[in-house]
């Protein structure tokens, strides 16, 4: 298992979370509009991967970030899991819809993403935390934990060396 197997993999994961319907509807002022920003609008601008806090002075808005880590490596290299945080921050004038808040109708959509997700591994949902990232910046953030993700990598590797 090589480093470059989390590039792809973070990859994966931005283009997923920019695609999906249920979570992009969330990034509109109004979530029924049916209006969609497609993924040019969204990556790196309003989904990153990597850590992101808004300045104070940023319209309100909603973003996500998430971040990647491998917190056990195997003494011949394997890694034995890979954590995966998704945070979600909603400036609070963007927070109340009338279904409940946005940062808890977007953790849900992205949850029903990722959780048990088809990407050729497990993605298994450990724990969600609130948090405040900045003065008006409140977020979620959802820990999850990629498992079998020896298995898949372990069969690119396999390929590559034929």
């Known amino acids: 298992m090589y480093l470059e197997e989390l590039v792809t993999f973070k990859q994966k994961l931005l283009q997923k979370v920019c695609t999906s319907p249920g979570i992009v509807k969330y990034f509109n002022a109004d979530p029924e509009s049916g209006e969609a920003l497609g993924p040019k609008e969204l990556s790196y601008k309003k989904i990153f991967p990597y850590g992101f806090i808004p300045d104070t002075q940023t319209d309100q808005d909603v973003f996500v970030c998430f971040e990647t880590s491998v917190p056990n490596v195997m003494p011949n290299g394997v890694f034995k899991r890979v954590a995966v945080k998704v945070f979600v ?74």
């Open 89 to 162: 921050l909603c400036h609070a004038d963007w927070m109340r819809l009338p279904t409940g808040t946005r940062a808890d109708l977007m953790s849900n959509e992205i949850d029903k993403q990722l959780d048990k997700s088809n990407f050729g591994f497990g993605m298994e949902l450990m724990s969600v935390k609130r948090f405040m990232a900045a003065k008006d910046w409140f977020g979620t953030e959802l820990d999850f934990e990629a498992t079998d993700f020896n298995s898949l990598y372990g069969m690119i590797e396999q390929d590559r060396n034929q």
